[in-house]
Each structure stands twice: as C-alpha cells, then as structure tokens.
C-alpha cells in the first residue's frame, strides 16, 4: 500500500452530498467500528500552520449515517486524533453534540482545505441540544478535543490535508 496525499478540497472518497447516498463502497484503509455505530475509515490529516505541521489519526465520516453518528457515544478522544467529515459538495448548516460525552472544538474548511471557522462545542445529553453552525458553506470539518486547536496554534486560513491509504 502506499501514502496518497489528497488535499481536502479534491477529496471525494465515495462521498456525495447530504441527501440519499447510496451504499457505501469499499473502504480504501484500515477501518475501525464502534461498539454499536457505523465503520469509519482510518486517515491521517496533516494540519499546515506558519508554525509548523501537525499529525493527527483520523477516522473518516463519509456517508450520511457516519456524519450523523459521529463521536457520539465516546468517552474519550485520544489527543492528537479526531474525525473528518467530508462532503462531496459545498455544504451549510451546523453540527450538534447530542450525545457527544466529550467537549470538542471543530475546524470547518473550504474546497481548499483552509479552514474558514473553528468553534468550540460542549457535549449535549437531553434536548434541547445547540446548534454549532459557522454561518459559511464548508466542504468538510475536523473534530479534535477541545481546545487543541488552540493549543497547536491552528487558525481559521490554516490549511488541511488528508492522508488516505490506498492499495
């Protein structure tokens, strides 16, 4: 198998837009499932900042019942990892938390991959539950544990680039 660089705009990866996807095709790496929840892929989404880069293990939400599953459920999101939810399209409207156990923070990015918003999201348990909407279209988002954007100095025109392996 060998690395394949993909920036995040050109990722489509079998993704299509929010309504009717059809099933999902064969996954292109490792996967992971949860105990009760859909399989994700496993990636690695490289974070450029005028810093420095940052590695992060990922699991890929690309259908419509991964992204609306998400990190739910999770009582621990190991640091340097998180989810990448990706779309085939540009996409508006928010993410909410209900039943998400972990504060999370949530970069949104472009067909570019530069990311146009960060938000921090508290986990939600009843309804109602916020909505966590950047108020500009995205191609996709990244979910990290709270505040470590922050802590690695990521911003909003901070480029993302995801890492899929590929037979």
């Not at 990866?13 to 309504?19: A, K, P």
């Not at 990190?71 to 990448?84: D, I, K």
């Not at 508006?92 to 938390?97: A, I, K, N, S």
């Amino acid at each position: 198998m060998r690395a394949v660089c993909i920036a995040l705009a050109v990722t489509v990866i079998g993704s299509s837009g929010c309504g009717g996807e059809a099933a999902n095709g064969p996954a292109h790496g490792p996967s992971t499932t949860t105990s009760s929840g859909p399989v994700f892929e496993q990636a690695i989404a490289v974070v450029e900042t005028d810093k420095g880069a940052v590695r992060l293990d990922v699991e890929v939400a690309k259908t419509d019942e991964q992204r609306q599953f998400g990190l739910m459920f999770r009582e621990v999101l190991p640091p340097e990892s998180g989810m990448v939810f990706v779309y085939g399209s540009d996409h508006t409207g928010g993410f909410w938390m209900k039943n998400t156990l972990i504060p999370l923070s949530i970069a949104f990015y472009d067909a570019g991959g530069r990311i146009v918003r960060i938000l921090d999201m508290e986990p939600c348990r009843a309804d109602p539950c916020p909505l966590y909407d950047p108020g500009v279209a995205y191609r996709g988002a990244l979910e990290v544990n709270r505040g470590a954007f922050r802590r690695w100095g990521v911003r909003a025109g901070d480029r993302i680039v995801l890492k899929v392996a590929v037979a």
